[in-house]
């Protein structure tokens, strides 16, 4: 191999190198950003579920006649 052939194979090298290392990074940024989004996701579905349960049990408490009182023994 020619100099000039050594220096066009360590140049593709470090080219193909460089590319591979972007496209990794740019593999990783991408799987991180949907693991965000489905996290928001479903923390958002958390929250509507657990708001419409609790207002669920305010209507139930609500609608519920309220308990008698107990009276104590009159003390002689």
């Known amino acids: 191999m ?3 052939s050594k220096l066009i194979a360590n140049a593709d090298n470090a080219f193909l190198r460089t590319q591979t290392q972007s496209s990794v ?4 940024l991408s799987e991180e950003e949907s693991a965000i989004q489905a996290r928001e996701a479903k923390t ?3 929250k509507a579920e657990r ?3 609790e207002a669920l049990d305010r209507e139930l408490l609500a609608a519920e006649p309220p308990k008698p009182k107990k009276r104590r023994p ?3």
Do not use: Q
Request: positive net charge; charged residues 40%; hydrophobic residues 45%.
């Open 51 to 53: 708001l419409a349960k």
């Open 25 to 28: 990074r740019n593999r990783i």
């Open 74 to 76: 009159a003390s002689a």
């Open 2 to 4: 020619t100099d000039r």
């Open 44 to 46: 958002a579905r958390l």
